[in-house]
């Protein structure tokens, strides 16, 4: 399996732009997170979807921060308008409803100037 | 209050010598699981290893174990044998089963250094 992959792997843009972070989960998996991941915050959820529902969004920073998944294989997470604060790596992962361990991807660096 | 704490900022060990990562953790849910991931310095997350808050023995995968006190809500990571590819960020986790989350909280992590 190619395991989860995140495009793109690098973002730089400027403060008030649209920034859209594309991931694609390990193919059957029944979840798919979102997480965050900065050096005063840690790793954070932001949301999760089981079977392309939305189930917690609890950790979405604010309005400006949206997250779609219009099918089994395909996820968005954008940002508008962007700010510097929103600099972070941005991770998606994916898991069995069977299993608990999720699988990781390789994370989108985002740098907004 | 903290979920998840781990108290080694960073670790040091020889190459070839067994080192612990700390990991204690907080719940009311009777039900849960904690996982380690390891961070080495390209960025991605790798699941490690898992365990169950009912399972009667401790996990290992390989040269990973999983010291788990349940009375001391502890998960200790234990790698034996340290190898230079090691040398990473560590972060232990749990997942609370209650309402059915799949949540998974993150503790802030442990840097390990393997020297040769």
């Known amino acids: 399996d190619a395991g989860v992959i995140q495009s793109p792997r690098h973002e730089v843009t400027e403060m008030g732009q649209e920034v859209t972070l594309r991931c694609k989960p390990i193919?059957?998996?029944?979840?798919l997170f979102w997480y965050r991941q900065t050096m005063m915050r840690g790793l954070e959820l932001l949301i999760y979807?089981?079977?392309?529902?939305?189930?917690?969004d609890s950790g979405m920073p604010e309005d400006r921060f949206s997250a779609k998944m219009p099918n089994a294989s395909f996820s968005t997470l954008k940002i508008q308008p962007s700010e510097p604060r929103d600099s972070a790596v941005y991770f998606c992962a994916s898991s069995f409803v069977q299993t608990y361990e999720q699988y990781f991807g390789p994370g989108t660096r985002l740098t907004v100037t | 209050a903290q979920k998840i704490t781990q108290t080694q900022p960073g670790m040091f060990v020889q190459e070839k010598e067994a080192v612990t990562l700390d990991c204690t953790y907080d719940t009311s849910d009777p039900s849960y699981g904690l996982f380690w991931y390891k961070q080495p310095s390209s960025g991605e997350m790798i699941f490690l290893i898992y365990q169950g808050s009912y399972d009667q023995q401790n996990a290992t995968e390989g040269r990973y174990s999983l010291n788990f006190q349940k009375a001391r809500k502890s998960a200790n990571l234990v790698i034996s044998a340290s190898q230079l590819g090691d040398s990473a960020m560590y972060f232990c986790a749990m997942r609370e089963a209650q309402g059915g989350s799949e949540k998974l909280v993150f503790g802030k992590g442990t840097k390990l250094t393997v020297n040769p």
């Open positions: 979807f089981n079977n392309n529902v939305p189930i917690d």
């Open positions: 193919s059957g998996h029944d979840y």
